[in-house]
């Protein structure tokens, strides 16, 4: 691969707020506490590189061509004058005709329905794992307040997100042509 050509794995998740008032069983008596239940739900999007750690997320509105295209020039403006091969899975937005791909962006699909083959799916499971699992949130902003606090964690420490990806690494007489 030359050196000016960047490898990353990109991908997307569903981030719930589920916390409503309700009645809950327990030993003895049925006390009101929050619970699931409620249906707002906050898009994410990521990048990740795994031979550098680097990562890149936006929280977006939802998930469509305007907002893919949205992350894709902030995924080109982080490599000017590079080239960038961003693997992604085949959801219908990333092959919209209307979305509209920077130059220095070159995508590449999986094949359909292998999500262990995009080492991106790792992190959601880390922000789930170290910040999300088992609490409900009061407020949506109380919810993005965690998530953008987790990414910043993790855009922080590259060595975490290259433990978390390094099954992408390639070997070094592995040979990409694009």
């Known amino acids: 691969m030359r050196p000016d050509t960047h490898l990353l794995f990109a991908d997307e998740a569903w981030w719930g707020l589920t916390t409503e008032r309700g009645r809950v069983w327990t030993r003895g008596a049925r006390p009101t506490l929050r619970v699931s239940g409620g249906r707002s739900w906050t898009p994410v999007m990521a990048a990740v590189e795994p031979a550098t750690g680097r990562l890149h997320a936006l929280v977006a509105g939802r998930f469509d061509a305007r907002w893919f295209g949205l992350f894709l020039a902030e995924v080109a403006a982080a490599y000017p004058g590079e080239r960038v091969i961003l693997v992604l899975d085949n959801a219908g937005w ?77 070997r070094p007489d592995a040979r990409i042509s694009a």
Do not use: K, Y
């Not at 992190?123 to 910040?131: E, S, V, Y």
């Open 94 to 170: 990333h092959r919209a005709r209307r979305l509209r791909v920077p130059p220095n962006i070159i995508l590449w699909f999986l094949p359909p329905h292998s999500p262990e083959l995009n080492p991106a799916e790792q992190l959601w499971q880390w922000l789930r794992d170290q910040h999300t699992r088992g609490v409900l949130f009061p407020t949506r902003a109380a919810l993005l307040d965690t998530l953008c606090h987790g990414l910043v964690a993790l855009m922080d420490e590259p060595a975490r997100v290259r433990s978390l990806t390094a099954r992408a690494t390639a």
